[in-house]
């Protein structure tokens, strides 16, 4: 799905093999209410590009890089069973984040921001990026982080028994 022009997605689920957003076009992509599945690379880095997440969630079920572009998905679940979804520049999660199990969610250098619930069922590779939690979030799932910020006003829950490390100082 090569996404030159303006596109809205309404009500629809989106199944796609890519979706290519990057360029110089101007435009507007709306992911409306539903669920995108993707099973490839998945790249936001468009310069002109308004990229509104609305009420969605991204899905992506293969081996495949997400180039952030500093936009914002609304749900991201990483569920690409016994493969590797690598994140390539920053990204904000506007609600929940979920690695499912038997997926890798590499973070890269750059930073990964969550306003929702983090949910590592897989396993969370940190790279050297940093991840800041800014909203009201709960944490399952044993993590090591390499660079962990919660901003001011954020409410982080820890749940027991998982044990969670960063090398912030």
């Given at each position: 799905l090569t996404l030159n022009g303006n596109f809205d997605a309404g009500g629809q689920s989106v199944n796609a093999g890519v979706v290519d957003a990057s360029g110089s076009a101007t435009r507007t992509v709306s992911m409306g209410s539903g669920t995108w599945t993707i099973s490839g690379n998945v790249d936001l880095s468009g310069a002109n590009l308004t990229w509104n997440q609305n009420t969605s969630t991204l899905t992506i079920t293969i081996t495949a890089t997400l180039t952030?572009?500093?936009?914002?998905?609304?749900?991201?679940?990483?569920?690409?069973?016994?493969?590797?979804?690598?994140?390539?520049?920053?990204?904000?999660?506007?609600?929940?984040?979920?690695?499912?199990?038997?997926?890798?969610?590499?973070?890269?250098?750059?930073?990964?921001?969550?306003?929702?619930?983090?949910t590592n069922n897989g396993v969370f590779t940190a790279g050297t990026s940093t991840v800041v939690f800014n909203g009201t979030s709960t944490l399952i799932g044993a993590t090591n982080f390499y660079n962990l910020t919660f901003s001011a006003g954020a409410t982080v829950?820890?749940?027991?028994?998982?044990?969670?490390?960063?090398n912030s100082a």
């Amino acid at each position: 799905l090569t996404l030159n022009g303006n596109f809205d997605a309404g009500g629809q689920s989106v199944n796609a093999g890519v979706v290519d957003a990057s360029g110089s076009a101007t435009r507007t992509v709306s992911m409306g209410s539903g669920t995108w599945t993707i099973s490839g690379n998945v790249d936001l880095s468009g310069a002109n590009l308004t990229w509104n997440q609305n009420t969605s969630t991204l899905t992506i079920t293969i081996t495949a890089t997400l180039t952030g572009g500093g936009k914002s998905v609304n749900n991201l679940n990483a569920s690409a069973t016994g493969l590797t979804v690598t994140l390539s520049g920053n990204l904000t999660v506007a609600g929940n984040f979920v690695v499912s199990a038997g997926c890798t969610f590499s973070a890269g250098s750059g930073t990964l921001t969550i306003t929702g619930n983090y949910t590592n069922n897989g396993v969370f590779t940190a790279g050297t990026s940093t991840v800041v939690f800014n909203g009201t979030s709960t944490l399952i799932g044993a993590t090591n982080f390499y660079n962990l910020t919660f901003s001011a006003g954020a409410t982080v829950n820890l749940t027991k028994g998982h044990i969670f490390s960063s090398n912030s100082a």
